[in-house]
């Protein structure tokens, strides 16, 4: 996964008229909002999981797909991280988008507060709140769901529960706002990915899609597996990080599920 991470926006990614883009669905997620405003010129295609953004993508049912990484208060999206090793031959990151998350509190009809029994959320959504919930709704059921988005449909139909979603929710769901900004920290930002499949060969690319050359801002990410069980194995490899001059900025394990002992690290780097 050796590849470039550009910033990605709407003016980096040209998308000629019926190419399709995958994203963590339904409407109103923050997945969502971020495929919009990176192409809003675009078909959407909503997944109900990140594994199904990623097959969308592999199968050609999508050009592009949109998934969240990681979030500076709740840490990586494990879903994503798994997917991007897991499918590592056949998807590459093209750019990144940084979105501010700022979490809403919504129910259905006119329930309160006092009425609500159950909170539905992603779980990162609800570890960014995690506080907020333990002193304001500590007895309420906290239900882990696919996405923010779904959680807003299940707040909608059901009458003792609400959701931890987006602002966009309430007018798309019908749902009222109780409370706003309940995230745990106000400088709350989650980092996507935009994903496409790889190209065999590069001239041979299906449309006209392309990334801004890079700049001397960027980041790779990189994936490599060592023995766990030799000595200063990490150590090693670290110090070939910094004769090439990249800067390590994240450094994480993932179980391989190859053999006992095999460790694939996965490492976002700086040039």
């Not at 998308?15 to 995958?22: H, K, T, W």
């Not at 309940?182 to 996507?192: G, L, Q």
Request: aromatic share 8%; charged share 20%; glycine share 8%.
């Amino acid at each position: 996964m050796q590849h470039p991470i550009a910033e990605a926006t709407a003016t980096d990614i040209h998308l000629p008229n019926g190419e399709i883009v995958s994203y963590l669905g339904p409407p109103g997620t923050y997945t969502y909002e971020v495929a919009l405003s990176t192409f809003p010129a675009a078909s959407f295609l909503p997944e109900s999981k990140i594994e199904g953004v990623f097959t969308s993508v592999d199968k050609g049912a999508s050009h592009y797909g949109v998934v969240p990484f990681e979030n500076s208060t709740h840490g990586s999206v494990q879903q994503t991280l798994d997917r991007l090793w897991a499918q590592r031959e056949s998807i590459q990151i093209v750019g990144q988008r940084y979105f501010d998350v700022h979490h809403s509190l919504m129910v259905g009809g006119t329930l309160g507060r006092e009425g609500i029994r159950k909170v539905y959320s992603h779980p990162q959504a609800l570890g960014q709140c995690r506080a907020w919930l333990q002193k304001n709704l500590p007895n309420a059921d906290v239900c882990s769901v696919a996405s923010t988005g779904h959680a807003a449909q299940l707040a909608a139909r059901e009458t003792d529960a609400a959701a931890i979603c987006g602002s966009v929710c309430a007018d798309m769901y019908g749902l009222t706002v109780l409370e706003k900004s309940i995230e745990d920290k106000s400088d709350n930002v989650t980092r996507f990915f935009v994903i496409k499949r790889r190209e065999q060969d590069a001239d041979s690319l299906p449309s006209k899609a392309v990334i801004t050359e890079p700049t001397g801002d960027m980041r790779s990410l990189l994936v490599f597996t060592c023995d766990s069980r030799t000595t200063l194995v990490l150590a090693k490899v670290l110090q070939v990080f910094d004769r090439y001059g990249l800067g390590v900025v994240k450094l994480e394990p993932k179980p391989s599920g190859i053999r006992l002992w095999c460790v694939p690290w996965c490492v976002s780097a700086n040039r």
